[in-house]
Every structure is written in structure tokens, then in C-alpha cells.
């Protein structure tokens, strides 16, 4: 990608919209593919618009993404990362030679070790190892890539989310979903291209997670809200009819292809075209957030119930999103800070999330979707093999924040399945073998979406920004 | 096609390694670069000259100096500017470009009327004088220094910075010279005399964000904030990334990694104060109350003739009370709920970051006293907690739940054994809650020190004396001291305003029967005077103590104490101020705060100007710096920011970078001559004769004959011009020669920024409310808006009456739930200084502006206004309305078509009362008595439509 493509997208937004708009009608799905090698300031200008789909720079295995995010910081130890050594040193101050230089959030360096509460048992034909808190997703063990060797840069919350989902620790990047829709375009042409959705608490990263930085603001995600409207003002005024919205749309295109004509500026037709697709996301996304079409057997392999507000409706939701065409869809569920009650916290989360984690893996893959879907699960940090507890005994039993090691599994578009990657140490402190940092995996799922991470790029500042920063290496080995 | 562009993408590949291998003396090849040192400089490093005006062929067109450049700009291309637009596109597009809001219908019909040569220069006059282009320029400076009502990140607290915001609108309208703007907002604090006012100014710094989530290390986040600095002085007033140098030398602009720690040296000197701004009001309130406490003590003294044997006699006693302390020294403390600690030089300690309603403070220290007998915990003031503190709540308040102390011999840190408390007093502690309740065993009882408005906020002290002296250790012992607080109650917003200790210091003492001095520090300070030595102030000092303490005095005390209840509490705002001791700066390797490599003083880029030889190595040097006129980078950073703003594009595109790779300015020439004239504010007469006689004089608003830095001079330059006077009108073949109309053969057409969008809406309702400044306001937000926050507890309390209604700047800005209506028409994050906005044109924006309850609030108003002043037929209403949105008169087919929907609409409502009554208006009880409801509903429809047009909120 060239780093001249800012001002190309505004040079073109005048040039073309105008021949976009009589030639295509008002949708986009017609456009045709422009590649983006192509997309160069030196060449003659195409008819198209910053959200018309998009070929990658080699062809691709996967298409689209659905992130799970488990915000705060999900507890590896309790449910993949197996650490019978833990066990063994249960009680007693972590090693100090593992602490030097490692800062903590909350706990002091020496605080004592701790073992987990839960037993492992190896699953599928892959004998992935998983904790009998997770009863739902040993299903898709063989489905499934565990990347036990994660690793990260920040250990606080608002910063380790802004890393996951942008690749920097400070705020202004554009985020994941945004760099994906930048260099994919759309293939749905009544719903946003990349599209946010949250259960449990609102997330420490704030709306800066799904922006798009200094990327141009169509590629940044749009949250679906999860009471009222699905989308912001998405609902007609009260008492205003479809018909009546119908009418009021008639008039406008009518005045402002009139005002088109007289002026000559394309952006016009911009406007009519997204007052149109405007029009048809009032119809489409309501019937998106309609549950109640599926059937009985998909809700209840979700455990969705229509019109509740949980994960699991948020996973069903992501399936029907991506079936739409949507590129990216990014769920939060903000309720992984386990600083107290560990052990409770993850079977209460699981109970939450377990079953439509592995629901979403099934339908996606009977469906025929998983071939061409990431589906990315795991939180901004993992969580210290060392206890965390109020000194009065109120919030025993926790663990703190710990970026040195932790685990995340991926599915689908690509990814070798059934396989688990990467080892901890004896005590799951650090990694030991074959260590997975953000911006590898970041650059690894842009590889599977046919891009060179490092040639997915955007000038902004004098510079050419990506995703993976400076960094990021393709982890072929857990690719198919 | 394919081949040749191969080639020219060779070409440029083999030029961009031969400029790598050049670095840093040479860059490009231009006709504006010139040699320095036997090298190739890039232009933008080299101070500007006053270029020559072009000569033009068509110099009937010139009516400003910048004609001349864009005119022979033109004409190489065998072009032309486009016909100057009709007079209602002038007036709006200067209204908005001006003072962000549209021209009323008066305003443009006496400029329609105005017959007179001089009619647009006037009007351009008027405007500049307007109080509301202060508000619209403003605005323009806020994105630059990234403005924000909230902290950022996790918890986003509110902040109290809008009176830096009401600064920036007083300075845009009294045109301060831009350079004494920049030193303000540098160092303003450092001024001889500084003014309340220009310590405001240093809020420019203080827009960074803050973490205050739980367990930041606040060293970690107080570096990013400086970084944030550094970066937004480098956009703003340097155009240049100078971030990329933070982890190594930069990798085309000849900045060195050292020097970003140089630079960055100069703002790691200061400490962060909470300001109180007294309006004059508030500042006469505080004076009469003083004046009044005074004259009651005046009579009280003057009623008792034997005072200063008294007070002699009550010095003599009260000097015994001193009590001999020793300072733990070599402290360590830590918290169970995140908070982390900064140890000042007199080894007190004060939490930073997170501030969570429950959590416990331990100090561990060891000493080699022998037979201690009390200890005592000091709470102290300090600038940077709100209201001075000394403790954490918005009013300064401390609470402290349970006090308990340990100790060990430090040999055996493990066996630590309590100690016993007899007895705990402190100075002053609140009606019901006594110290005693600190070491009562209950968590839910506290000790409070609010003494009421006026009087919260100074050093408090509690002593614990213990039942029998701790004998101590040989080798040393070891001492731990716990802080509870816990479960102070209150609202889900005031969990986070929690009253935790902020200041605080732990002494020990040996002698016996200790007791917690109940003077207050000045007044101990001041007994070391001898009387006759201290001024009457001290001496009143000294005795509004004493007062208090003689039962007798009883009415005056309590007379003066319910005065005080009125003491006023004024709006605060961030500030910086220099720390007594300098920081030593040192380079982090790789930009990791954690590896701190050698130790650099402060000291700006070498390529660039020289620093001042007269000004001092800190931030108001650094300031001085900035504001040099050998600069070569601010006018024209600035000068091109303001091109752009007109334009849509800079004369240089990036107007961030005017390092090494940015793009080739479109008008070098001119961009170096508005450069000048910004900055010696002389009109050039360069060409002598061809001089027009419509050219623009100085704006005098600033009542001074130099326009110097002047900004409203340089906008007068700018919209007197021919060039931003043409039709916006793209024809075929302006497409053609200039697609993108970098040349300027016609004005641009673009879409009003976010603020404007809800000005034109609102105004066009009749109901924008024009107040300027004051604290940011709560206009109605969407349902659920707020629950993407991580506190999505926390209330957003909507504005009532004027201030729903108020212009889009002063909404509320909460970073990590921007004001959904704004945000979605581009308006920056402030998450970084932005020094140009994205122009996006979405579905989401056409959603918020057909369906979102703001603009249909203003539908429905703009329906009543069209019924009450639009005249009687419905082809009056129709033209009415549309005048009102877009400033013209519809044409024959605008009229029909809305006429059209009109009745298509009266169909629709008509037996559909129910619709009717949501769509008609929001205040059904007070409809004028015959107004039909229906045909009131199909007028919001077409209002609804007019809000709507892509012209209404488009500048043309």
C-alpha cells in the first residue's frame, strides 16, 4: 500500500464519486474489485469508494474476523496452562531471579505462588489440555489453536488493551478492525464493515479500541448497542413512519441531485448514497438483531434467549454479522480482573462465555464459514502464577495482572487446528518455548487476511504506520 | 500505463536511497531550498524571506497579495480563478469560516442591501470583531492542544480545565500576538508577575492524559504524559514528529535522539497544580468576608486592653507544645488497592493515580530510637491535590477509618508484634468523628478533618500516644504503620472522589505524654518570631489562632465562623509550575522509560534556530524559543493550518510534518509570504504601484498599529482575497485541469466541521443559545451512549434550559465516550494534539442527523418557527425555511419538491393523531390555540428534510 493514499482517497472523492454514483446506482456491491497494489497515486483513478471491496496483496485464506475479546485478563492457569509444578511450590515466594525487572500491578514481589484449583484432562484426538472449567469447548479441541505462549508489553488495563487492539500502548493508532476494513473494503452494503459489540462491563480501553486513529473515520468500528437501537439513532423518531422516512428520503435525494447538478461536487452523491445506505441498514440491522429467526436448535447451541443482552446472543450475533458480509466483528466481555476469588470468577465467566465460545465454532463450521473466519478468543493479559488477597481475608484468592506469559487460541481462516503452541515455564512465569508476542500475531492474522503486515501501511506524520509497529514475525508453525 | 508507472515507482524507490544515504544534510531538490554549510538544507528549516509578489496577467482579478501568487500559480496552467460567488454564498461562507455559525436573515439581507464598494470589507470587519470568532478559532487551537473535560483512559475522571478552554476564546478575540500566545501557553507561569490569567495558560501542557487506573506506576504515566507534550508542541507550533525520535535518532528529519531528550528536559522540571480561578465576583466575595473576619477582630481586640499580656502569656505555655519529633526517615509505602506513592524531599508521601473508596496505606521504616512513646501522623497541603488537600475528595478532605502501628526487632521483619495506643489527639477533627474513632477497632467509624468552607484545607495532625514505650531493638527496629480507609458510602461518581489521605508523614518522639500540637504550621512557624519583630499580619495570624482558643471569645468565634460558611469555592483549572528542585533528565534507550541511559540537559534541535543567548535553560526560554522570529517553522506551520481551514487542504498537505518527506507545498511562495506577514505584520508593498486599492488594512483589534503575529491579519488577507471570494462551482472542465483543486481555480465546497453541524441545526431552530464560555455543558445524549465506558456508572446529568442548547464547544468532552452527535462528524478524540480533521461522509452521520433527538428537537422548532414567521401561504413557509438553513431562497423546483413532500405528508398524518402528537412537538401544553397538530407534524417532516440538505451543512 502506498503511503500516499490519504490524499489519493480525497483526491478520488472528488474525481469519481460522481461517476460512482451514475454508474453504480447507490449500492457499492457492484464495485469492482480494485486491487491494492494498484491503489497508487500514479494511477488513473478507479471508481470507487474507501469502503468498495478490495483485494489483499496475495490471496487470502481468510476473509473476515470475529474477535472474542475477554477483557481483563483471563486466568491461563485455571483453565489451559497446566502448571502441576505450581502445585508443587504452592504457598511459597515466586523465585526471585523471575521477578527481576518484571513490574507488578497490585501484588508485592513476594507474594507466595499459587496453584491452581482445577483439574486438566487431555481432549480431542490433539489431547489439548483444558480445565474442567471449560465443559463446552473440549468439543472443538481439534478445531481449535492454543497458543499457550502469549505475550505482551503493557500490564495495566487500559494501556494492554489499547497494545491488543492496535499494536501501540498509547492511544492515536487505528485499531485492528480498522486496518482490516482499511485494506479489505466491505462486502456488505447495509451494514458497517466492522461492528463492535459488548456484554458484561464497558471496557477500560474506552471507544478508542474500535477507532481509526489517523486512519480516515469510514474504517472505525460501529458499535451495537445492547439496549434500545442497535446502532445510535439507528430508529426512526417516534411517529415517523417508515413510509414517512421513505418520503423524507425521496425529497432529499431529489434536492440534492438537484443541488449535484448545479454544483458538479461528487461528494454530493456521497451524501445521497449514504443516506440510502443509511436506509437500508434501519431495515437490515433490526432484522440482524432478531433472534428469534433462528432456530430453536442454534439458540439453544449458543444458549442464546432473543432479546437478552449476554455473550452469548453477542456470539450468535457475530455469526449472523459475518454471514452479512460484515468484515469484522469485535466482542468485549469486560469480567476477567480476577484479583479476588479467582476460582469462582473463572467458572462464573465460563458460564457466560464457555458454551457459545464453542457454539460459534460448531455453526461456523457446519456452515461452511470456519474455512475463511479467524476466530480469535483471549484478554489483554494473562494472569501471575503468584496470589493476590486482601490482607483482611475479604477478597482472597486472586491473581494479578502478568504479561510475561499467557494464552490465547485462534480457529478457523486458516490456522493449523488441533494443535496447541508454545510452552511456559515449570511455574507458567515465562515462556519457554516458542514465545507468540502481540505483534506476531497480529502480523500472522494479517498474513492469513493475504496481507504483508509490513507492507499494510498508512503515512501519517512522516511515517509509515502499521498494525505491528516496527515488529511481528508470521509464526508459520501454527498456520495449516 | 502499467509500465510507465513501474518505472516512475524504480525511480523514486533509487531517489528516496540516494536522499537515505544523503541524511541528514541534503533532502530534495526544490527551487525553495538553499545551501547551508556546503549543503542542501530542506526548505522548511530555513527562515522564511518576504518573496516578491508575482506579476499576473489578469491583476484586475488580484484584490489581495495572495491573489498573486495563486493567479500566476493559475495562468502557468492556463487557468484562471473561477467568478466571484453571489453575495448569500459570501456571507454564509465567511459567517462559517468567521465565527462558525451561519448569518441570521437580517445580517443577510443588509449585506444584500449594502450597496456601498466597501460592503464585503465591512462585513469582513464585523466578523473578525465578533465575539463568536473567538469561539470559532478558537475551537481551531483546542484540536492542536488537544482539549478534553476528562482524564482518559480506565477511569476518566472528570477534569476542571475549561478555564483554559475560555482563555483561548478571550486571546483569539483580543488577537494576542501569536507569540506572546505561544510563550503563555509554555511558560506563562514563569512570566515576571505572572497573572492568574497566564498561569491558565499553561493548561496547554496540563491536556495531556492521565492513567489513573488501579496499580499504574505513576512514574510510568507521568513520562507518557511529558511525551504527550513534547509531541503536541511539536504539531502544534513546529509541524515536526518529533516523536519519532523518542527511541532512536529520527529516520529522515535531522533530529537526534539525544535531542528529543533535550527538548523533552525542559518540561520535566514541574509539578502539577490544581488552580483555583476566582471570577471577580468570587475574588470581591472573599475579600468582603476577610475584610468583615478582620473588622470582628479588630473590635474584639480593641475590647480587651490586657490582649498582649494574655497572648504572651499563652505563647509562653503554647511554645511547650511543640513536642520534639523525629522525621521517619528511609520509609517504604505501599497499598493493598493499586495505590502507588511519591516520596517528596521532606520524606512525606503522596498518592498518585487511582483513588479507590476503600484501601489501606502501610508505611514500614526502621529507626534505632530507643523508648518511643508516640507517633505521630502528620496529613500536609500540597498544590497538586484538589483544593491544596490535604486530602483526596474534591473539597480536600481526608477521612482515616483505623490507625494501627506494629512493630519488630529488624532482624526478625517477620515477628511483628501490635502496639498498644492509650490515648490519640489530633488538632481539629469534625464534629462526630474524633480521632478516638481511628483507633476504635471499627473500620466503619473514621476520623474526619473538614473543618468547614474556608478553613478544610491546611496541615492537620494526629498523635498516638502509646500505653508503654516501645523499649526498641538492639539492630535496629522496625516499625509498621497501617492506614485504613474504608467504605466511605456516597454516589457511584464520588466513589472515585473518595476521601483518602493525600499528603502524609509519620514522626516518632521519645518524650513522654505526647500530644498532637494544636497550633496550625504558620502559626507555630510565626511563635519562633519575636513579636516585636513580626508584621501585623503575622501578628494577626497569630492571634485569629489564639481566638479561638479563649472560651470567653465565644460570640466573636462563632459570628466569624458562620461568615466563613459563605466563603465562596471558584472553578479550578490544571496548571504547571517548576518543582523547588530540578529533575535530572535522562535518554531512555529504545524510548523505555525503564532504561534510563545518559543524563541531558535541556536544549532544542541543533538544525534549527539557535537558542536565545539572553534566555534562561527552562521552559519559558524554551518558550522564547518558539516565539523567536528567527523560527522558521511556527508562521508557516500556523500560517498553512489556517490555509487549510479555509481550503480543505494546506498549502503544505501535511501539516504535522514539515520535516523532510512532506509534501511539496503547493504555493511555496505564498506560504513563505503569509508567512512573513505573520510574522512582521507589514502588508507588503513589494510591487509598489500594482498595489489594488482594495487591499486589506491591519486589523486593529488589538488597538495597536502592528499586526505583528496578528492572526485576524492573516485571515483578512485571506478572505479579502479573490481567491476565497470565486464560486465553488466544479465544472467539467475544472475537473479536468484539477481534480483535486490544489490550484485553486475555484473554492472549495465542503462540509461544516462537527461543532458547526449542531450550530446550524440548532440555529436554524431558533434555539442556539450564544452564551460564551463557562463550565462545559450536558446537551442531551443518546440512551446507553455512556455504556461503552468503563464507568458506565457514572451520570450524565443533562443540561436544563439554556445549556442544552448551548454551541457544540462547549460540550462536555468525555474521552472515552466523545459526544456521540460530534464524533461521528469527525471531531477529534483528544487522545493526541490533531492538526487536521478528517472530512468522513458516512450512514452513521445521515442516521444522526434524520433521527437522533437533538435534531429532531430542532425540526420540530425550525416547524413552529416556519408556522409563526414564515408568512401565511405555504410557498412563503417553504421559502422561508430554506433560507433559514442554506442562507438563499429556494428555486422553482426546490419550492415544488418540498411543497410536494408537504402534502404527502398532510396525507399521512391526516387520522393518524397518535403519530402526529410525537412528531409535531415536544411541548404539546403550550401549542398556540390553533394550531393543528397534524399540519404541525408535516411541517417537522419538511423542517426535518431542510436540516437535512447536503447544503445546509456545507460551507459553499
Not at chain 1, 281 to 297: F, G, H, Y
Request: glycine share 6%; proline share 6%.
Amino acid at each position: 500500500m502506498n503511503y500516499r493514499n490519504e490524499i489519493k482517497i480525497e483526491g478520488r472523492k472528488l474525481v469519481t464519486r460522481r461517476h460512482f454514483f451514475k454508474d453504480c446506482g447507490i449500492g457499492i456491491g457492484a464495485m469492482a474489485l480494485a486491487s491494492l497494489l494498484d491503489r497508487d497515486l500514479l494511477a488513473a483513478p478507479q471508481g470507487t469508494n474507501p469502503l468498495a471491496p478490495k483485494a489483499p496483496h496475495f490471496p487470502a485464506k481468510a476473509k473476515r474476523v470475529i474477535y472474542l475479546f475477554q477483557a481483563g485478563g483471563p486466568s491461563q492457569l485455571e483453565m489451559f496452562d497446566y502448571k502441576p509444578g505450581l502445585a508443587k511450590y504452592n504457598g511459597k515466594p515466586c523465585p526471585p531471579e523471575l521477578l527481576k525487572g518484571q513490574t507488578l500491578a497490585f501484588i508485592k514481589p513476594d507474594a507466595a505462588l499459587f496453584s491452581t484449583q482445577f483439574k486438566f484432562a487431555k481432549h480431542g484426538q490433539s489431547g489439548a489440555e483444558m480445565s474442567e472449567a471449560l465443559m463446552h469447548l473440549p468439543k472443538v479441541a481439534d478445531d481449535i489453536t492454543i497458543i499457550k505462549s502469549m505475550m505482551t508489553d503493557a500490564i495495566n488495563h487500559a494501556p494492554a488493551q489499547i497494545f491488543m487492539q492496535t499494536g501501540s500502548v498509547q492511544f492515536g493508532r487505528p485499531s485492528f478492525g480498522s486496518w482490516v476494513t482499511y485494506g479489505l473494503g466491505s462486502e456488505s452494503r447495509d451494514l458497517p464493515a466492522f461492528v463492535v459489540l459488548s456484554s458484561a462491563g464497558g471496557t477500560s480501553g474506552g471507544s478508542s479500541l474500535w477507532g481509526s486513529g489517523f486512519l480516515p473515520t469510514v474504517y472505525q468500528g460501529v458499535p451495537f448497542r445492547r439496549t434500545g437501537d442497535p446502532i445510535l439513532s439507528l430508529a426512526n423518531p417516534r411517529g415517523v413512519s417508515r413510509e414517512m422516512q421513505r418520503d423524507s428520503l425521496d425529497a432529499l435525494k431529489d434536492l440534492n441531485q438537484h443541488l449535484l447538478d448545479k454544483t458538479g461536487d461528487a461528494e454530493i452523491a456521497t451524501r445521497i448514497n449514504s443516506f440510502e445506505m443509511a436506509y437500508r441498514m434501519q431495515e437490515s440491522a433490526p432484522e440482524l438483531m432478531d433472534l428469534s429467526k433462528e432456530s430453536k436448535e442454534t439458540l439453544a447451541l449458543y444458549g442464546a434467549e432473543p432479546g437478552k443482552n449476554t455473550y452469548a446472543n453477542n456470539c450468535l450475533l457475530a455469526r449472523r454479522l459475518v454471514e452479512r458480509g460484515v468484515r469484522f466483528v469485535q466482542l468485549y466481555h469486560e469480567a476477567w480482573d480476577h484479583h479476588g476469588q479467582v476460582h469462582k470468577g473463572t467458572i462464573a465467566q465460563n458460564k457466560e462465555t464457555d458454551q457459545a465460545n464453542t457454539a460459534l465454532i460448531l455453526d461456523l463450521k457446519r456452515r461452511g464459514l470456519l474455512e475463511d473466519t479467524i476466530v480469535i478468543w483471549g484478554g489483554e493479559f494473562g494472569r501471575t502464577p503468584m496470589v493476590q488477597g486482601e490482607p483482611d481475608g475479604s477478597n482472597a484468592l486472586g491473581r494479578d495482572h502478568h504479561n510475561k506469559a499467557f494464552t490465547m487460541w485462534v480457529a478457523g481462516g486458516g490456522f493449523k487446528p488441533g494443535i496447541t503452541f508454545g510452552e511456559t515455564d515449570e511455574i507458567g512465569f515465562n515462556v519457554a518455548r516458542d514465545p507468540v508476542h502481540v505483534h506476531d500475531l497480529h502480523a500472522t492474522i494479517l498474513h492469513l487476511l493475504g496481507f504483508d503486515h509490513e507492507r499494510l501501511s498508512y503515512r501519517f506524520q512522516g511515517r509509515d504506520f502499521r498494525l505491528t509497529d516496527v515488529h511481528g514475525v508470521v509464526e508459520n508453525r501454527i498456520l495449516a | 500505463m502499467k509500465s510507465v508507472c513501474k518505472r516512475i515507482a524504480l525511480l523514486c524507490f533509487v531517489f528516496a536511497l540516494w536522499m537515505l544515504c544523503k541524511l541528514p544534510g541534503a533532502v530534495w531538490l526544490n527551487s525553495v531550498s538553499a545551501k547551508v554549510d556546503g549543503n542542501l538544507a530542506h526548505w522548511a528549516f530555513i527562515a522564511p524571506v518576504r518573496p516578491v509578489l508575482p506579476n499576473v496577467k489578469n491583476s484586475a482579478r488580484v484584490s489581495s497579495p495572495v491573489d498573486r501568487f495563486i493567479l500566476a500559480a493559475l495562468e502557468k496552467q492556463g487557468l484562471t480563478l473561477s467568478p466571484e460567488a453571489d453575495r448569500a454564498t459570501l456571507i454564509r461562507r465567511l459567517s462559517l469560516d468567521l465565527t462558525g455559525l451561519p448569518p441570521t436573515l437580517k445580517e443577510i439581507d443588509n449585506f444584500l442591501a449594502d450597496t456601498s464598494p466597501n460592503a464585503y470589507e465591512k462585513l469582513v470587519d464585523r466578523l473578525l470583531a465578533s465575539p463568536h470568532y473567538g469561539e470559532r478559532w478558537g475551537r481551531w487551537w483546542l484540536d492542536a492542544a488537544r482539549y478534553a473535560d476528562t482524564n482518559g483512559f480506565e477511569k476518566d475522571r472528570d477534569r476542571s480545565i475549561w478555564p483554559y478552554r475560555d482563555w483561548v476564546i478571550r486571546s483569539f478575540n483580543a488577537d494576542k500576538p501569536f507569540d506572546q500566545f505561544t510563550i503563555e501557553q509554555i511558560a506563562g507561569d514563569l512570566l515576571p508577575n505572572a497573572t492568574v490569567e497566564q498561569r491558565v495558560a499553561t493548561g496547554f501542557l496540563r491536556n495531556s492524559m492521565l492513567n489513573e487506573e488501579g496499580a499504574v506506576d505513576p512514574e510510568q504515566f507521568r513520562v507518557e504524559g511529558l511525551i504527550d507534550r513534547v509531541d503536541a508542541i511539536g504539531k502544534a507550533f513546529l509541524g515536526l514528529t518529533i516523536n519519532c525520535t523518542q527511541c532512536h535518532t529520527h529516520k529522515f528529519d535531522p533530529i537526534k535522539h539525544e535531542e528529543y531528550y533535550r527538548f523533552y528536559a525542559f518540561l520535566n522540571q514541574d509539578e502539577e497544580p490544581e488552580m483555583e480561578v476566582p471570577t471577580p465576583a468570587e475574588s470581591k466575595k472573599r475579600d468582603s468576608l476577610l475584610a468583615r473576619v478582620a473588622k470582628l477582630e479588630d473590635e474584639l481586640s480593641a475590647k480587651h486592653s490586657d490582649l498582649p499580656q494574655r497572648m504572651a502569656a499563652w505563647e509562653a505555655q503554647a511554645k511547650q507544645q511543640a513536642g520534639e519529633w523525629t522525621v521517619l526517615e528511609n520509609a517504604e509505602v505501599i497499598a493493598t488497592n493499586g495505590v502507588k506513592f511519591e516520596e517528596l524531599l521532606d520524606h512525606s508521601f503522596i498518592p498518585r493515580g487511582d483513588n479507590p473508596p476503600t484501601g489501606v496505606y502501610y508505611l514500614t521504616a526502621k529507626t534505632q530510637l530507643k523508648n518511643i512513646t508516640g507517633i505521630r501522623l502528620e496529613l500536609m497541603t500540597d498544590h497538586t491535590l484538589p483544593r491544596t488537600g490535604p486530602g483526596r475528595s474534591t473539597q480536600g478532605v481526608a477521612w482515616l477509618s483505623e490507625f494501627v502501628a506494629e512493630t519488630a526487632p529488624v532482624s526478625q521483619a517477620d515477628k511483628l508484634q501490635p502496639l498498644k495506643v492509650a490515648e490519640a489527639t489530633a488538632d481539629f477533627a469534625a464534629p462526630n468523628n474524633p480521632i478516638s474513632l481511628a483507633i476504635d477497632g471499627n473500620l466503619k467509624s473514621s476520623w474526619s478533618i473538614d473543618a468547614g468552607p474556608g478553613l478544610r484545607n491546611q496541615d492537620r495532625r494526629a498523635v498516638f500516644a502509646l500505653q508503654t514505650p516501645l523499649a526498641g531493638f538492639d539492630g535496629g527496629t522496625l516499625l509498621k504503620f497501617s492506614l485504613s480507609q474504608k467504605e466511605f458510602g456516597g454516589s457511584a461518581a464520588e466513589r472515585f472522589e473518595a476521601p483518602n489521605i493525600g499528603r502524609f508523614r509519620i514522626s516518632v518522639t521519645t518524650a513522654p505524654n505526647p500530644k498532637a500540637d494544636p497550633l496550625p504550621t504558620n502559626v507555630r512557624r510565626l511563635l519562633a518570631v519575636p513579636v516585636a519583630n513580626r508584621t501585623p499580619e503575622q501578628q494577626r495570624e497569630v492571634f485569629r489562632y489564639y481566638r479561638t482558643t479563649v472560651p470567653e471569645f465565644a460570640d466573636t468565634n462563632n459570628a466569624i465562623a458562620n461568615l466563613m460558611k459563605q466563603w465562596p469555592y471558584p472553578a479550578t483549572t490544571l496548571t504547571v509550575t517548576p518543582r523547588p528542585v530540578p529533575r535530572e533528565t535522562h535518554i531512555f534507550k529504545r524510548g523505555d522509560w525503564k532504561r534510563p541511559g545518559e543524563a541531558v540537559t535541556p536544549g532544542t534541535p541543533s538544525f534549527l534556530h539557535p537558542f536565545p543567548a539572553t534566555a534562561p535553560r527552562n521552559r519559558l526560554g524554551l518558550a522564547q524559543w518558539l516565539a523567536a522570529k528567527e523560527n522558521p517553522l511556527t508562521a508557516r506551520v500556523i500560517v498553512n493550518r489556517v490555509w487549510q481551514t479555509y481550503f480543505g487542504q494546506g498549502l503544505v498537505s501535511s501539516p504535522e510534518d514539515f520535516g523532510t518527506r512532506c509534501e511539496t507545498p503547493s504555493h511555496p511562495e505564498l506560504l513563505d509570504w503569509l508567512a512573513v506577514e505573520f510574522r512582521e505584520g507589514r502588508v507588503s508593498t513589494a510591487s509598489g504601484s500594482e498595489r489594488p486599492s482594495s487591499a486589506p488594512t491591519l486589523a486593529t483589534a488589538r488597538g495597536t498599529d502592528s499586526a505583528a503575529w496578528s492572526l485576524k491579519h492573516i485571515h483578512k488577507l485571506i478572505v479579502m482575497s479573490a481567491t476565497y471570494r470565486q464560486s465553488s462551482h466544479i465544472s467539467p472542465e475544472l475537473l479536468r485541469a484539477d481534480a483535486t483543486n490544489r490550484l485553486l481555480a475555484r473554492a472549495p465546497r465542503l462540509r461544516v466541521e462537527a461543532e458547526a453541524v449542531r450550530d446550524i441545526v440548532l440555529s436554524a431552530g431558533g434555539l442556539l443559545s450564544l452564551k460564551i464560555g463557562g463550565p462545559s455543558v450536558f446537551p442531551p445524549i443518546p440512551d446507553g451512549a455512556m455504556a461503552v465506558s468503563f464507568r458506565s456508572r457514572t451520570v450524565w446529568e443533562t443540561s436544563k434550559s439554556e445549556d442544552r442548547y448551548r454551541r457544540a464547544m462547549y460540550t462536555f468532552w468525555k474521552r472515552s465516550v466523545p459526544y456521540p452527535s460530534l464524533s461521528v462528524f469527525d471531531a477529534p478524540n483528544a487522545d493526541m494534539a490533531c492538526t487536521r480533521r478528517i472530512r468522513s461522509n458516512s450512514p452513521l452521520q445521515a442516521l444522526t442527523t434524520l433521527n437522533d433527538a437533538a435534531f429532531l428537537e430542532a425540526a420540530q422548532a425550525l416547524a413552529m418557527r416556519l408556522w409563526k414567521e414564515g408568512g401565511n401561504d405555504d410557498a412563503a413557509k417553504v421559502r422561508y425555511g430554506f433560507r433559514l438553513c442554506t442562507g438563499r431562497l429556494p428555486d422553482e423546483f426546490e419550492q415544488t419538491r418540498l411543497l410536494q413532500l408537504l402534502q404527502k405528508e398532510q396525507g399521512r398524518f391526516a387520522g393518524n393523531t397518535a403519530a402526529a402528537v410525537y412528531v409535531s412537538s415536544p411541548d404539546l401544553n403550550n401549542l398556540p390555540a390553533n394550531m393543528d397538530l397534524h399540519e404541525l407534524a408535516s411541517w417537522t417532516l419538511v423542517a426535518r428534510v431542510l436540516l437535512n440538505l447536503d447544503e445546509t451543512i456545507t460551507k459553499q
